[in-house]
Nanobody
Framework: QVQLVESGGGLVQPGGSLRLSCAASGSIFSINPMGWYRQAPGRQRELVAIVTTSTTGTSTNYADSVKGRFTASRDNAKNTAFLQMNSLKPEDTAVYYC???????????????WGQGTQVTISS
């Protein structure tokens, strides 16, 4: 079984910062890509940032709404991902989900996995 577990959410004032972490565990051979989505009340889940690793390096794609404020990273050796969120705005309030496209060991196929989500609330 594969599990993704997020941590680091909370309540922050506008302009503040938060750092989310995601730890993947289980019978994992590889995770690619790995990143973050969010879902605000009454809205569809949307991409925040996704980190893709290839033989030529690592690339990160961000939603336009978070460019310049959020930084996504990952530690491939530890199957972890991070989302540093700065200059937070009330519209960043949402449940943030870790996502990973995971290939399991021992001949497993690639499958999509999600964490349980962590609440991020930006309010004064």
């Amino acid at each position: 079984q594969v599990q993704l577990v997020e941590s680091g959410g909370g309540l922050v004032q506008p302009g503040g910062s938060l750092r989310l972490s995601c730890a993947a565990s289980g019978s994992i051979f590889s995770i690619n890509p790995m990143g973050w989505y969010r879902q605000a009340p009454g809205r569809q889940r949307e991409l925040v940032a996704i980190v893709t690793t290839s033989t030529t390096g690592t690339s990160t794609n961000y939603a336009d709404s978070v460019k310049g404020r959020f930084t996504a990273s990952r530690d491939n050796a530890k199957n972890t991902a991070f989302l540093q969120m700065n200059s937070l705005k009330p519209e960043d309030t949402a449940v943030y989900y870790c996502y990973g496209n995971v290939k399991q060991r021992y001949g497993g196929s690639w499958s999509h996995y999600w964490g349980q989500g962590t609440q991020v609330t930006i309010s004064s």
